[in-house]
């Protein structure tokens, strides 16, 4: 894993102005899982991704990248209490997201499985909804296709925006 992503992690912590075990109880994490994240000893999690992005508005772009803003939207960082139940529905459509993806492409499930360093059966399982996506996976989906990867993850008008 970068790094800057962990370095990222405490720089959006730190924005909070709360400990690891506060930022965790936010998050809805337990806290030493959330020091392993931290220090780089656990991969992050697509929950730790939904949670960040969620419950404390990280600009998802920012946090996988470094570049733009750290936070989407200065609104979700006013300190109010954000919940969007929406997002687990708008989730299990990331299935058919990527299923679109992969078809514009004229992929097999093999070649996408190769794309993103994994093995066909958990590509499958994606592709179900059976396994949410890792960050690995995102970040490979990013290096490999021009997508938006909150778009991609939670839907919208243009969530796919392919290379040619």
Not at 22 to 40: V, W
Request: include cysteine; charged fraction near 25%; aromatic fraction near 10%.
């Amino acid at each position: 894993m970068d790094i800057n992503f962990y370095n990222r992690l405490i720089e959006i912590r730190k924005a909070y102005k709360q400990s690891g075990y506060s930022f965790a109880k936010k998050l809805g994490i337990p806290q030493p899982t959330y020091l392993r994240y931290e220090i780089g000893e656990q991969k992050p999690s697509a929950r730790l991704i939904e949670a960040l992005v969620m419950v404390c508005g990280v600009n998802i772009h920012w946090l996988f990248t470094g570049e733009g803003q750290m936070f989407a939207d200065f609104e979700k960082n006013s300190g109010k209490r954000h919940y969007d139940t929406s997002v687990e529905s708008r989730l299990e459509g990331f299935g058919a997201r990527l299923c679109e993806l992969q078809s514009l492409h004229n992929f097999l499930d093999r070649e996408m499985s190769v794309l993103l360093k994994i093995t066909e059966a958990e590509y499958l399982e994606l592709v179900a909804n059976k396994q949410k996506p890792s960050l690995e996976v995102l970040n490979r989906l990013k290096e490999n296709f021009k997508v938006d990867v909150d778009e991609l993850l939670y839907g919208g008008a243009d969530a796919v925006e392919f290379l040619q």
